[in-house]
């Protein structure tokens, strides 16, 4: 018989096991509650649910939790672990706390939607590996769920307040379990985390910016820009060739129209392109869109020959954005002392098996 992954069932898919089954609906939700909120990992520790209906259970729903294999924490206390899938691919997930003094404290996971990337940014770790899978819908919620898993054996209360999809993999080319994931994460029968405070990033796959305004208006967006220019970011974003930025601009005013959210341009800063003419055609390029652009020094990656800017170059970067009316923060730079630029740690454990 045919088994379904349970971290990436619905209530109501579970329901319809339930009624296959028969067992009562509730369980359903007991089922779903464990999983999901309770972040359990083995069936043994679903404690309300008699051992016979676990049994019936795992006839049609398998449980597979990621296998950490690695953990690196900073200094700064973001963590980055490297876990492993059922089939031996491992992907990276990072959690970020940053404590707040007026509200809550809140904890950022960084979560992977691919097993590498196709689209093979000239910068990026991910992209140097070429693409293996799209991750399934229980890969994606169980990242989320095992942190949850891992932090709350030191801290039973801890909950996941924020998500960023800058994992591995471009999350708009694994669309469908990337929705699916999101509402489940989103449950309140599940870890409850509110769409508003999720964001997706894309390098710009443009009839995905626009579908996911209508699918999902609730979400936000983080749209990886890096240069102002085609030429300058074809070299880049090989997806540019494709949807230049002409199209990539009209997309991003048509996702502000539909949803009112801001947008934020990522923009990686390096000794290249950190120039004052790249600024000046980035506040051009700009004008007019719901922006915030997000400054951030690239994180240097053996073989990408990519290097960091001087601050110095920063400042002045961000200086000519300021002056021409736009909204810059300079991305607060986190566990760089544990490689966290996703793709690093992959590349540098794979390497080690070598
Ligand atoms: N594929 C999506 C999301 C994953 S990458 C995207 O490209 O947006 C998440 C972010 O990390 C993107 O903004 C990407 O451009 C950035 N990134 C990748 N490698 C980097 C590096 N070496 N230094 C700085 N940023 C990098
Ligand atoms: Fe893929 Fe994003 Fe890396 Fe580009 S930056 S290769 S789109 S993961």
């Keep these: 018989?045919?088994?379904?992954?349970?971290?990436?069932?619905?209530?109501?898919?579970?329901?319809?096991?339930?009624?296959?089954?028969g067992l009562k609906r509730f369980r359903a939700s007991q089922l779903f509650q464990w999983v999901q909120?309770?972040?359990?990992?083995?069936?043994e520790e679903m404690k309300n649910i008699g051992a016979s209906d676990r049994q019936a259970f795992s006839s049609r729903l398998s449980l597979y939790p990621l296998e950490k294999v690695r953990?690196?924490?900073?200094?700064?206390?973001?963590?980055?672990?490297?876990?492993?899938?059922?089939?031996?691919?491992?992907?990276?997930?990072?959690?970020?706390?940053?404590?707040?003094?007026?509200?809550?404290?809140?904890?950022?996971?960084?979560?992977?939607?691919?097993?590498?990337?196709?689209?093979?940014?000239?910068?990026?770790?991910?992209?140097?590996?070429?693409?293996?899978?799209?991750?399934?819908?229980?890969?994606?919620?169980?990242?989320?769920?095992?942190?949850?898993?891992?932090?709350?054996?030191?801290?039973?209360?801890?909950?996941?307040?924020?998500?960023?999809?800058?994992g591995m993999g471009e999350p708009l080319l694994n669309y469908d379990h990337l929705l699916q994931a999101i509402h489940l994460l989103n449950q309140s029968k599940g870890l409850n985390i509110g769409m508003r405070r999720m964001t997706i990033?894309?390098?710009?796959?443009?009839?995905?910016?626009?579908?996911?305004?209508?699918?999902?208006?609730?979400?936000?967006?983080?749209?990886?820009l890096h240069a102002a220019q085609d030429d300058v970011r074809n070299e880049l974003i090989p997806m540019n060739r494709r949807y230049p930025l002409s199209q990539l601009m009209e997309a991003c005013q048509?996702?502000?129209?539909?949803?009112?959210?801001?947008?934020?341009?990522?923009?990686?800063?390096?000794?290249?392109?950190?120039?004052?003419?790249?600024?000046?055609?980035?506040?051009?390029?700009?004008?007019?869109?719901?922006?915030?652009?997000?400054?951030?020094?690239?994180?240097?990656?053996a073989g990408t020959g990519m290097e960091r800017p001087n601050p110095e170059l920063m400042r002045k970067f961000a200086q000519v954005l300021e002056d021409a009316g736009m909204s810059v923060s300079s991305r607060e730079?986190?566990?760089?002392?544990?490689?966290?630029?996703?793709?690093q740690l992959r590349r540098q454990w794979e390497g080690e098996l070598k």
Excluded at 152 to 159: H, S, T
Excluded at 292 to 297: A, D, R, S, Y
Excluded at 333 to 343: N, S
Aim: proline share 3%; hydrophobic share 35%; glycine share 6%.
């Design 254 to 301: 048509e996702y502000t129209e539909i949803t009112h959210r801001r947008i934020t341009f990522e923009v990686a800063l390096t000794t290249e392109n950190a120039r004052p003419e790249e600024a000046e055609a980035l506040a051009r390029l700009l004008k007019g869109q719901f922006g915030h652009v997000n400054l951030i020094p690239v994180n240097p990656v």
């Design 71 to 166: 953990e690196q924490r900073s200094k700064d206390g973001t963590r980055k672990y490297l876990f492993r899938l059922d089939d031996g691919e491992t992907i990276e997930c990072v959690l970020m706390d940053y404590a707040r003094t007026r509200s809550r404290d809140r904890h950022t996971v960084c979560v992977s939607t691919q097993v590498g990337c196709a689209v093979g940014c000239a910068f990026c770790a991910t992209g140097l590996e070429g693409f293996r899978r799209n991750l399934t819908v229980a890969e994606i919620v169980g990242q989320v769920i095992d942190i949850t898993h891992e932090v709350r054996q030191e801290d039973p209360d801890f909950q996941v307040t924020n998500l960023v999809f800058m």
């Design 37 to 43: 909120q309770k972040a359990v990992r083995t069936w």
């Design 1 to 21: 018989m045919e088994t379904r992954e349970l971290r990436g069932c619905s209530e109501d898919e579970l329901i319809e096991i339930c009624e296959k089954i």
């Design 333 to 343: 730079e986190r566990g760089t002392d544990i490689d966290a630029a996703c793709g």
């Design 201 to 224: 990033s894309t390098c710009g796959v443009v009839p995905r910016i626009i579908q996911l305004a209508k699918d999902n208006p609730q979400v936000g967006l983080a749209v990886s």
